[in-house]
């Protein structure tokens, strides 16, 4: 498989879900092979268990339904999160799913008095996030820095997957459907062509 597009959103007919939908059909139309999972349809738990603990703590093995996510995005070479931004992040679904998920032993492996390994170097991630607020409120709080530190270096790169691009829709509840619908159509084609291969740089 080319590509996972994980997507986190309640409501099918959100614009977070169109965006997920346009970004596989557009990675489809480049002749990548796609899957999306749909977090809140799968009925995915984001809650840390106790077994998620003991794992965190060294003892036992990986739920089953962790397994199997792990499972989805090793078959994938590109991941790609799309999301709406709740309270500059990302939602508690996503969050949970990357909290229960990235895990040591498969993300990273780390052993007290061993070299910290990062093990999802053959993953490029690429993150969409759709937010009600605009661009220059983003740059005046620091919101950008903010994702490039927790999420970007925090999540991704601590884990040694490549950042491939952060693409964010921005006056999502605002702006003309006319307008969205143009902008995800280029942000579509772009992470399609950098997932075919055709494009390398970061976008934001
Ligand atoms: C709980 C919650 C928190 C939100 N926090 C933010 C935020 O911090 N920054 C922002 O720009 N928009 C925020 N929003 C607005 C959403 O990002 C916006 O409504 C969404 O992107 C619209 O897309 P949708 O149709 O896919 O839901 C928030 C919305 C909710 C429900």
């Known amino acids: ?9 309640s409501d099918p007919d959100s614009l977070t879900q169109h965006v997920a939908r346009a970004t596989a059909d557009a990675i489809r139309a480049t002749g990548g092979e796609v899957d999306i999972a749909d977090l ?6 984001p809650r840390f ?59 990273y492996e780390f052993t007290p008095g061993s070299e910290f390994v990062k093990k999802l170097d053959r ?4 993150l969409i996030p759709v937010a009600g607020d605009d661009a220059e409120s983003f740059e005046r709080h620091g919101v950008y820095e903010a994702f490039r530190t927790q999420i970007e270096r925090g999540i991704v790169e601590y884990c040694g997957a490549t950042m491939g691009s952060t693409t964010f ?16 159509r280029d942000l579509s084609e772009s992470i399609a062509a950098r997932v075919a291969g055709l494009a390398s740089a970061v976008a934001r």
């Open 40 to 45: 809140g349809v799968e009925n995915f738990d």
């Open 123 to 126: 993953l490029t991630v690429h």
């Open 1 to 9: 498989m080319t590509a996972l597009v994980v997507v986190s959103h």
């Open 169 to 184: 829709v921005h006056e999502s509840d605002t702006k003309s459907r006319d307008t969205l619908a143009a902008e995800i």
């Open 49 to 107: 268990s106790e077994a998620d603990l003991d794992l965190f703590r060294g003892n036992g093995s990986a739920p089953a339904d962790v397994v199997a996510e792990q499972k989805r995005i090793d078959r994938a070479e590109h991941l790609i999160l799309v999301f709406p931004m709740y309270w500059w992040s990302m939602p508690a679904l996503l969050k949970g799913w990357i909290d229960r998920v990235f895990v040591s032993g498969w993300a």
